[in-house]
């Protein structure tokens, strides 16, 4: 089965956020993708804001549970005790841990598991005994693949940035991609579910989709919205799930 589709609304709440309107509307926008065909919606609420409000997870929560059942609701976020209260008070389906320093404009980068597994394994024991899915953002390091399951995780999340950065340099997206396929087939078979993100779009989409086949989800924010901007948002959900194999 193709990798499903979660679509991430970070870019949208940004640019809302420039005025203090209630438009262009989270909510509104995330329906939409879920109409077109979306598998669920993601959401990154940091401490300051600037993205994805508080306010906005029982809008999308209540969204998703009265429109669209069949669809997830994945939120990501850096695990201090606001953010687990956050999460078990919106019960997501999904939640994914990201090493993010506040300041940052952006994820740029995976947990170090050897260093850092031991301060994740309780808290990934926390979250799935309320019940969420775990995910933990990753680089593409194969070694690191033992020490993210003996977390606890359900799946880790491929940081695909580098990847996305390729766009101008064939050759360079070549060797990108047998990283993330390398770490993709080293989780596999210790049996995580892999997901991946980050400055994915319908052009390298397919390319990723053909290298892990077995790929769960992808979760695509920027180059989305971007598209969006072009084609509308659901025409350009349609694009990228086409790009996904769909």
């Known amino acids: 089965m193709p990798a499903k589709l979660s679509v991430n609304l970070n870019a949208i709440a940004m640019l809302r956020n420039r005025r203090d309107l209630p ?47 069949q669809a997830e ?15 078990e008070a919106n019960q997501p389906d999904q939640v994914t841990l990201v090493p993010d320093d506040p300041s940052q404009p952006t994820s740029d980068h ?35 693949m033992e020490a993210a399951k003996s977390t606890g995780t359900d799946r880790i999340e491929l940081y695909t940035g580098p990847y996305g950065g390729t766009y101008d340099r064939p050759e360079k997206a ?8 390398v770490a993709a087939d080293a989780a596999l078979a210790l049996g995580l579910d892999v997901n991946a993100g980050h400055d994915l779009t319908v052009a390298n989409l397919p390319a990723l989709a053909r290298r892990i086949p077995r790929l769960a ?30």
Not at 174 to 181: K, Q
């Open 110 to 144: 995976g947990w170090n598991f050897v260093e850092q597994g031991a301060w994740l394994t309780p808290i990934v024991a926390r979250l799935k005994k309320g019940g969420f899915r775990v995910s933990l953002f990753s680089d593409p390091d194969p070694a690191g």
């Open 174 to 181: 070549v060797a990108r991609l047998e990283e993330l396929g």
């Open 23 to 69: 438009w262009p509307s989270v909510t509104g926008l995330g329906r939409i993708a879920l109409q077109a065909g979306a598998h669920g919606l993601t959401v990154h609420p940091r401490p300051d804001q600037r993205h994805t409000r508080r306010s906005d997870l029982p809008e999308l929560r209540a969204l998703i549970d009265d429109e669209f059942p």
């Open 217 to 246: 989800e992808v979760s695509i924010g920027h180059g989305l919205t971007a598209d969006a901007l072009e084609y509308g948002m659901a025409e350009t959900v349609r694009r990228f799930l086409k790009a996904s194999g769909w």
């Open 73 to 87: 609701f994945n939120v990501e976020g850096y695990p201090d005790e606001d953010f687990l209260q956050l999460v």
